[in-house]
Nanobody, 127 residues
Framework: QVQLVESGGGLVQAGGSLRLSCAAS????????MGWFRQAPGKEREIVAG????????YYSDSVKDRFTISRDNARNTVYLQMSSLKPEDTAVYYC????????????????????WGRGTQVTVSS
């Protein structure tokens, strides 16, 4: 089992920045990739960014490319999502997720690719 706990959400004005954290614990050797997803009211959960657990390839959705950065602190077993130039349309609950799939070379882009999920953290961007 893997446990994931997100933190760092909050209310920010448009153009501002936030850094989300996802602390991972448990059977970490089973993780192959990590992802950040978000879900706005009335919308489906969507991938925001992903990275291989070993620090390899990353993925960003077109809507956040060049504004968000995913990274990992090996010593803390924590994955971060640095968000800048935030827009009101970034408002959502943000979730981190862990993927156990083996033999994949890039992070999955579908929620179904991920086996473990945190409870989410709310990000609200005011205009």
């Amino acid at each position: 089992q893997v446990q994931l706990v997100e933190s760092g959400g909050g209310l920010v004005q448009a153009g501002g920045s936030l850094r989300l954290s996802c602390a991972a614990s448990g059977f970490l050797s089973s993780i192959n990739a990590m992802g950040w997803f978000r879900q706005a009211p009335g919308k489906e959960r969507e991938i925001v960014a992903g990275m291989m657990w070993n620090g390899g390839s990353t993925y960003y959705s077109d809507s956040v490319k060049d504004r968000f950065t995913i990274s990992r602190d090996n010593a803390r077993n924590t994955v971060y999502l640095q968000m800048s130039s935030l827009k009101p349309e970034d408002t959502a609950v943000y979730y981190c997720a862990a993927d156990r799939r083996r033999y994949v070379l890039s992070p999955g882009r579908l929620a179904g690719n991920y086996d473990y999920w945190g409870r989410g953290t709310q990000v609200t961007v005011s205009s």
